[in-house]
């Protein structure tokens, strides 16, 4: 699909977006997926069910059912085996061997221990971490807590790039932050959670390799709709969710990614699940790690939260991971164009970066009473979410959403707005 052309749209209202959706390679895919409203576009906060990944739950259940703890060894994807098998699933979308990726633990438990584990091993590298000021907090949670576990005043070691506009995070300004503090590890999302910006990932492991720093990242809001080539790039290690862009379902089981060049390195949180496998039922007293990113497992797998993930990945896998991302481009340039064409009269306006190489996959669009009009829009159908203090994140996710929904969604923004009907929102405390 190729990518957006604002003078396609120009006098020709819903038309348009009704010739890119007959032209859509990926429309096969809706059908597929079970959406709970009208239109749904908070999919980088929870992704919608799909026919797969409920067969791929259902198959797990009736493994159990009829295996019983035989399924460790005989479920058609063994569970012993399960992290190691679906991390070779993923490793495609992340650009990395698949020893290199396992599905464990959650995306804040595998910060702990990826970070605790590169601070207990940082030889003479400094105890510093660079992180930047628009992170999503839990990122600072935990790594304030392993600094704090090893001695380490975290006002002092955990250096914050600051922003430039309260937006985006400016690469350039990483880059300095590295040389002005003693820094041992970078630590940044791929994709900044509230406006989205696409940090240049390989720029920044350079920049933090130069300087015998290690790079890490958190990929939550790019993996199932971003491409990467960790390997290819020297990152050193990366954490995510599943439930977001590959739709595994809430709470599903995470993932992480180290290079096959820290195989062997200690786990900061070392349990038997991460024990080399040929051994693991010998039940040694001391710890062997798998010499692989399995070692950073903690405890035992729980199949049900990665079932889901199993039957995604092949849809992904059918979809195409390129073709998932060329889509997704299309989506959110055609949704920042009608925000500047229709709503900028209405206060409207468009934080997210506009270069297609800088955005992830949604886009956050700025309104002073953003919350308000995101719940007036949910009492509408058209499911959004709300970040403060205004933003109205809007996550076209390509494998269910079609051009016409973002038309749809800019109209009803644009009611909602000329009428004021956002003032008598009553907006609460919901989960997005």
């Not at 209202?13 to 059908?31: E, H, I, K």
């Not at 990932?201 to 971003?226: C, K, M, P, Q, Y």
């Not at 595994?248 to 290079?259: D, E, F, Q, S, T």
């Not at 049900?304 to 390129?322: C, K, T, Y």
């Amino acid at each position: 699909m190729d990518d957006f052309d604002p003078d396609r749209t120009h006098d020709d209202g819903v038309a348009y977006a009704r010739r890119r959706d007959a032209d859509d390679p990926l429309s096969g895919f809706q059908d597929r997926f079970d959406v709970p409203d009208d239109i749904y576009l908070d999919g980088n906060s929870l992704g919608p069910i799909s026919d797969a990944a409920e067969q791929a739950l259902e198959r797990a259940v009736e493994e159990w059912r009829e295996l019983g703890i035989r399924g460790w060894t005989d479920a058609g994807r063994p569970w012993f085996w399960y992290g190691e098998s679906l991390g070779d699933d993923l490793a495609p979308l992340v650009g990395a061997d698949g020893e290199e990726v396992v599905v464990a633990n959650s995306t804040t438990v595998n910060i702990h221990t990826l970070v605790g584990t590169f601070l207990d091993a940082r030889g003479d590298r400094p105890p510093g971490i660079l992180v930047n000021e628009l992170d999503f907090p839990t990122d600072h949670y935990a790594i304030r807590a392993q600094l704090r576990q090893r001695g380490y005043d975290p006002d002092e070691h955990l250096h914050v790039v600051e922003s430039r506009d309260g937006r985006t995070i400016a690469e350039a300004d990483i880059v300095a932050a590295v040389d002005d503090h003693e820094v041992g590890i970078v630590f940044m999302p791929s994709v900044l959670y509230r406006s989205g910006q696409l940090l240049d990932i390989e720029r920044i492991t350079s920049a933090a390799h130069e300087r015998n720093a290690l790079a890490g990242f958190d990929l939550a809001h790019s993996v199932g709709v971003v491409p990467h080539d960790l390997s290819d790039v020297g990152v050193d290690f990366a954490v995510w969710c599943h439930y977001k862009y590959l739709n595994a379902g809430p709470g599903a089981i995470a993932g992480l990614y180290v290079n096959d060049r820290h195989f062997g390195t200690t786990p900061a949180l070392a349990g038997w699940w991460g024990h080399e496998k040929e051994t693991q039922f010998e039940l040694r007293e001391r710890f062997t790690p798998a010499d692989s990113a399995g070692a950073w497992q903690i405890g035992t797998v729980p199949v049900f939260s990665a079932a889901p993930l199993a039957g995604v990945l092949e849809l992904v896998d059918e979809a195409g991971i390129d073709a998932i991302r060329a889509k997704s481009l299309a989506l959110t340039s055609y949704l920042i164009a009608l925000v500047d064409d229709r709503l900028a009269d209405l206060d409207c306006s468009i934080a997210t970066p506009r270069a297609p190489d800088e955005r992830g996959g949604h886009v956050a669009i700025e309104h002073p009473e953003a919350e308000r009009v995101s719940e007036t829009l949910r009492e509408r159908g058209i499911v959004v979410d709300f970040r403060p203090p205004n933003i109205v994140r809007v996550c076209p996710a390509p494998l269910y959403t079609r051009f016409v929904d973002v038309w749809e969604f800019t109209e009803q923004l644009r009611e909602v707005l000329t009428n004021r009907d956002y003032e008598n929102a009553d907006v609460g405390d919901e989960v997005t």
